[in-house]
Every structure is written in C-alpha cells, then in structure tokens.
Nanobody, 124 residues
C-alpha cells in the first residue's frame, strides 16, 4: 500500500522559513503528479504547489515567490521551501500524489492518495 509521510512542519515567527518533506513508499513506479495542499482553520483545502504530469509546475494564487516546490523524482520525494511566512500561512499542509496503477505492464489508472498532514503555525 502506498503511503505519503510528511515532515518538517512546526512553529515559526512571521518572516521565517520552513522546509517540508514528503516521502512516498510502497510503489516501484515514478509518481509524476505530486504536490502540496494546505488547509487553514475554517477554510477549504487549497493548492500550494504541485508538479502535474503534462502541465509542469503549478502554484496557488499569490504563493509563487514565497513557496518553492522541488523533488527527487527517482525517489518519489517532494519538498516545499516556504519563505517569508505570514500568519495567513498557518494551517495543515498535506502531500498529495497520483500513483500509477499498473496492470499487465501498462498504466491502467491513477490512484489519488493523501498524507496525514503536517501542521505549520506562523505567529506574528
């Protein structure tokens, strides 16, 4: 069973930085669509940044420039560098991946999975 494990969350003061990591395990296949979402208290989950197969890199509105996504493709490991953090960045950050389901040597479909989330708290 494929699992995503996030790490790197914590508490930081406004203006500070954090680096989040997400490691996928349980699949021998490369995950091409993988990204970060976040959910602030009382709000809907939103895109922070992701690599999307066939579409390149995408960032949530107004987040590019402060957030930088990167990955080690062969290791199915994802990173999020968050700089100049603001109190509005507080929330649970989730790793998301579309894992290929291979049958008979061909990709039959993709299964969407989520990590358990890591809490980021930014104090002013």
């Amino acid at each position: 069973q494929v699992q995503l494990v996030e790490s790197g969350g914590g508490s930081v003061r406004a203006g500070g930085s954090l680096r989040l990591s997400c490691a996928a395990s349980g699949t021998p296949y490369t995950i091409n669509t993988m990204g970060w979402f976040r959910q602030a208290p009382g709000k809907q989950r939103e895109l922070v940044a992701r690599f999307r197969q066939g579409a390149g890199t995408e960032y949530g509105d107004s987040l590019k420039g402060r957030f930088t996504i990167s990955r080690e493709l062969g290791k199915n490991t994802l990173y999020l560098q968050a700089d100049k953090l603001e109190s509005a960045d507080t929330g649970v950050y989730y790793c998301n991946a579309y894992v290929p389901v291979v049958v008979g040597g061909k990709v039959e479909r993709f299964e969407e999975i989520w990590g358990q989330g890591t809490l980021v708290t930014v104090s002013s």
